[in-house]
């Protein structure tokens, strides 16, 4: 969901990814914050909503390969 700032909240889930992983590799690239645990992630993203949609996407097709 989008914030009035531009950036927007997460929860991630997965059987299959290690989303712990996956939030390593989101705060390289995004100014986030959040924890979780390899099955489910949640916090906040900082950044654009639209710069932010193409770097999870990338990183998605990434983690799921």
Known sequence: SSNDDG???YL???REV???NLMSQMKEKLDIKG???PQMIQGTIRNPV??????LN????EAVL
Do not use: A, P, W, Y
């Open 50 to 55: 639209g710069d932010t949609e193409d770097i």
């Open 7 to 9: 950036g927007c909240r």
């Open 12 to 14: 991630m889930m997965s």
């Open 58 to 61: 990338t990183l998605m097709k």
């Open 35 to 37: 924890g979780g645990s």
């Open 18 to 20: 290690n989303l712990k």
